[in-house]
């Protein structure tokens, strides 16, 4: 993304061949339906500080205790993202530099368990994150992992089940999150449980973030020991992770970030972290995540009136997870005929079964300015798409005349 025109100049001239793919890629992104849960359009702020010279600056260790020296600039950078964090969050100590939201949940293992301890956490097929015990992820290779789940009935956190097995396991840590969980959790509930059996309780808040920061979703901050997070959803801030605590864990979490987990802190990312937060504590960003809620809210509605099941029957976040075996598709058929029409999305599980179905996320199309009608029309898009109606030129046609009315970044538009 070109965010001065010297920048893009300087890449057009010299290296065009990546410049032509950069401006594909911000095409790509114009032309379609950005569903991806987890995905935004970050501000042109946020590019900038991101595409800044502090990118050149090593600075391994935190502010006023750096293994660099010349690190007096962004230390101040680093100072104003971590008050920024606590006050928007609520939270006695802040670390802003894991690199990812998987960074931050490494880091949170690594400040509170040890290699072999058990933990409790949402199971791989409900929802859990990779980082939740996959055996392909540091986290299923070092811990014992149990996987809890939802109700067949509702699609809710079975909370009976989480006590049943944490009494039984006796873990050292319950992880709550979920890559696809379009409720709230009941922290106070995790809280209590993790309490009877006197487990640690980490929250992997890396969707909800944002609608806490907004307004829009309850805090897990006053409930969990560390709350892990990504600061590039819903929050709307460069990629990367983030983590909170309570003062009395804050030199423990520190020292997992680093030394322990990594090296230097990306101070060009850091500072856009800062950008960020600063955005996220205007009125304007809760008003957009209320919109984000209202446009899930209408998509949900619009997708059921195409005939597809709602997931726990509608959402109180940002996304939407719907199973399309009625049309008689599977995730994976079902994403490709949306991809082929223009509208990009995941597939996920069901938390029941072993099929899978499909996540929608409205963080991106609602930073566009999409509202509510908007939303009715791309649940008949998709209806439309995953019914193979009509012609997919056609529709494609139609996809892109929508999204290229709510240009992500008018400037290059
Ligand atoms: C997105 C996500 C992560 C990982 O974030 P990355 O930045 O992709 O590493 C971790 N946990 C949950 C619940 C997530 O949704």
């Not at 290296?15 to 114009?30: H, K, M, W």
């Not at 391994?60 to 008050?83: K, L, N, S, T």
């Not at 959803?233 to 987990?261: E, N, Q, S």
């Not at 079964?353 to 566009?368: D, E, M």
């Amino acid at each position: 993304m070109p965010v001065t025109d010297t920048a893009a100049d300087a890449l057009t001239r010299q290296d065009p061949e990546i410049a032509g793919i950069i401006l594909a890629e911000t095409r790509r992104q114009s032309a379609g339906l950005q569903l991806i849960a987890a995905e935004n359009f970050a501000s042109p702020a946020v590019l900038e500080a991101l595409g800044s010279p502090l990118v050149n600056k090593y600075a391994e260790g935190y502010p006023g205790a750096r293994h660099h020296g010349g690190c007096e600039v962004v230390d101040m950078a680093e100072r104003v993202a971590v008050e920024r964090a606590r006050a928007l969050f609520g939270a006695e100590h802040a670390n802003v530099q894991p690199h990812s939201g998987s960074a931050a949940v490494l880091a949170a293992y690594a400040a509170l368990l040890a290699p072999g301890d058990r933990v409790l956490a949402m199971g791989l097929r409900e929802g859990g994150h990779l980082t939740h015990g996959s055996p392909a992820n540091f986290s299923g290779r070092w811990f014992e992992f149990t996987g809890y789940g939802v109700r067949a009935d509702t699609g809710l956190i079975d909370y009976d089940r989480v006590r049943e097995l944490a009494l039984d396991r006796r873990p050292r840590a319950i992880v709550c999150g979920s890559i696809a969980y379009p409720r709230h959790p009941d922290y106070a509930r995790f809280r209590e449980i993790a309490d009877e059996v006197d487990a640690l309780l980490i929250v992997d808040a890396a969707h909800p973030i944002g609608l806490v920061a907004g307004g829009a979703a309850p805090s897990p901050v006053p409930y969990a020991d560390v709350v892990c997070a990504t600061t590039h959803k819903v929050l709307r801030g460069p990629r990367g992770g983030m983590l909170l605590c309570g003062g009395r864990l804050g030199d423990r979490v520190d020292r997992a970030v680093f030394p322990f987990t990594q090296g230097g802190a990306q101070m060009h990312t850091v500072a856009a972290k800062a950008v960020a937060f600063g955005e996220a504590a205007t009125p304007a960003f809760a008003a957009y995540v209320r919109q984000v809620v209202a446009n899930a809210r209408a998509l949900a509605a619009g997708l059921a009136e195409q005939g597809l099941a709602v997931a726990t029957g509608g959402t109180d976040t940002h996304l939407v997870v719907v199973d399309v075996t009625g049309l008689g598709l599977d995730g994976v058929r079902a994403r490709g005929r949306l991809a082929a029409a223009g509208i990009v999305l995941d597939v996920c599980g069901l938390g029941h079964g072993a099929s899978r179905g499909l996540r929608l996320g409205t963080a991106a199309v609602t930073t566009q300015g999409m509202r509510e009608p908007e939303m009715a029309r791309v649940a008949a898009l998709t209806g439309a798409a995953l019914r193979g109606d009509g012609d997919v030129a056609r529709l494609r046609e139609a996809v892109a005349e929508l999204a290229l009315a709510f240009p992500p970044y008018p400037a290059l538009a």
